[in-house]
């Protein structure tokens, strides 16, 4: 069974950082594209960054470009996003969410996580 | 980027209702489209993907379909199970983006 677990959430005072983790198993990591999404309280979904296979191709939304690096340690299964610069507006539930097929980035979001919350208040 | 634009923002529909909702590209692509299902409190669900392919264990009263610009998710007979916030996005380009999302609830 594909597992996603996401960790890391917390409060964070404006213009701090934060750096968030997903664990995932129940798959081969290393063959699937992944990517962060965020939604923020009673709001919809926006996608925020995604990640190749191997690390090597990294897209980012708009507004979290030159703030937020998505990463990833297919030794350790892991995907990250490391944020910076942090504002109100990036408080949100971040998903960590795999692609459906492998071979692809953020291309369809088959499998997520249950997220974590991000807070950002001073 | 490419907007995606979805109506209705809400339906009020009954068990065994027909109901349709649309999602507008401010660009044109082929059928790098998806749309899921998200219930309060849960993570979205995977309905379809590349405009009309039903994902695996989807029951078949879900269906999509279009291309270009204009694309529609259909659900033929309402279920109390579908009662949820449904989302377009689109795969064609980065970043990618969603609707805005259509709340389906019970009349």
Known sequence: EVQLVESGGGVVRPGGSLRLSCAGSGFTFDDYGMSWVRQAPGKGLEWVSGINWNGDSTNYADSVKGRFTISRDNAKNSLYLQMSSLRAEDTALYYCARDRSSGYTAEYFQHWGQGTLVTVSS | ?107
Request: contains cysteine; aromatic residues 12%; proline residues 6%.
């Open chain 2, 1 to 107: 980027d490419i907007q995606m634009t979805q109506s209705p923002s809400s339906v009020s529909a009954s068990v065994g209702d027909r109901v349709t909702i649309t999602c507008r590209a401010s660009q044109g692509f082929n059928t790098w489209l998806a749309w899921y299902q998200q219930k309060p409190g849960k993570a979205p669900k995977l309905l379809i993907y590349g405009a009309s392919t039903l994902q695996s264990g989807v029951p078949s009263r879900f269906s999509g379909s279009g291309s270009g610009t204009v694309f529609t998710l259909t659900i033929s007979s309402l279920q109390p199970e579908d009662f949820a916030t449904y989302y377009c996005q689109q795969a064609n380009r980065f970043p990618r983006t969603f609707g805005q999302g259509t709340k389906v609830e019970i009349k």
